[in-house]
């Protein structure tokens, strides 16, 4: 299965404008400490928006049975993107098989693009 997603950066920081908590409401924590250490955040944060969303369309279902604070997209030494998923998401990954998900994100001063794959146990 794979999903894909792109948002528009200006749309992210409008909804971060208009709503102060969206960020709390959307993202881990080890998530807002890297858009923390960010020099640009704003494009961090799209592109782990983007992240989520083409992580929940990877299960088919979209955002049922789950929060997108279920998923955290982190990142390993490199600053490769990791995919986290807890409660509904983790419930959901298992109930499929899926053992984990591989996530490449990009982004440009107003697109982030996020592109996901999932890999599935093998029996």
């Given at each position: 299965m794979i999903g894909v997603d792109?948002?528009?950066?200006?749309r992210i920081k409008?909804?971060?404008?208009?709503n102060e908590r969206f960020i709390e409401r959307n993202f881990s924590e080890k998530e807002?400490?890297?858009?923390?250490?960010?020099?640009?955040?704003?494009q961090s944060i799209s592109a782990n928006f983007a992240?989520?969303?083409a992580v929940s369309k990877v299960f088919g279902t979209g955002i049922r049975g789950f929060n997108l604070?279920?998923?955290?997209?982190?990142?390993?030494d490199l600053g490769k993107p990791?995919?986290?998923?807890?409660?509904?998401?983790?419930?959901?990954?298992?109930?499929?098989?899926?053992?984990?998900?591989?996530l490449s994100?990009?982004?440009?001063?107003?697109?982030?693009?996020?592109?996901a794959i999932a890999i599935f146990e093998t029996t």
């Open positions: 792109m948002v528009e950066i200006e409008k909804l971060i404008e208009k807002r400490i890297l858009f923390r250490e960010k020099a640009n955040p704003l992240g989520k969303e604070n279920d998923i955290s997209i982190e990142r390993d990791i995919v986290v998923l807890y409660n509904g998401a983790l419930e959901q990954a298992r109930r499929q098989r899926i053992q984990r998900v591989e994100l990009s982004h440009t001063s107003e697109h982030a693009i996020a592109f």
